[in-house]
């Protein structure tokens, strides 16, 4: 079973059908003149992107990854990887948008999920559940 991803044109009123993918997580990238989308695959949980008009898939991240979101410029990935020592609860990852010069950024106990960049770049807002109370409320 297969995933359609389409693109909505607002002011064209039109849908158009870009691939067949087993995705979640897509982000557009807001890099200048750019017309690419991240994702994650569903079977292979690698994180790739898809250039809309080309629709060449490229891999950017080969392994367990969640929520890949880019920079405003494009220039970088934010992405959540399992980490082993902590019960494989997700931290914050970054990377250059080309897939090299991953970097782990946090460290603290539980589980982080959904990065947002700030609109210049220069920081991630993430909520992190901190396993403090049975209902996992989530603090930021």
């Known amino acids: 079973r297969s995933s359609d991803l389409n693109i909505y044109d607002i002011g064209a ?5 870009i691939s067949s993918l087993q995705a979640t997580s ?8 750019s017309e690419k989308i991240i994702f994650r ?8 992107e898809i250039d809309a008009v080309t629709k060449v898939v490229t891999e950017i991240y080969s392994g ?3 929520n890949p979101v880019y920079s405003p410029d494009g220039t970088k990935i934010a992405l959540l990887i399992d980490d082993s020592s902590d019960n494989d609860n997700s931290k914050i990852n970054i990377m250059n948008s080309d ?30 559940d901190n396993k403090l109370y049975e209902d996992r409320k989530s603090v930021v």
């Open 99 to 128: 897939g090299t010069n991953l970097q782990r950024l946090t460290s603290a106990t539980g589980e982080e999920y959904t990065p947002v960049w700030s609109p210049l770049g220069g920081k991630i807002a993430f909520i992190r």
């Open 26 to 33: 897509l982000n557009w990238s807001r890099a200048t003149g």
């Open 64 to 66: 367990s990854a969640w």
């Open 41 to 48: 695959d569903n079977v292979f949980t690698n994180t790739s």
């Open 13 to 17: 009123k039109s849908t158009t059908n």
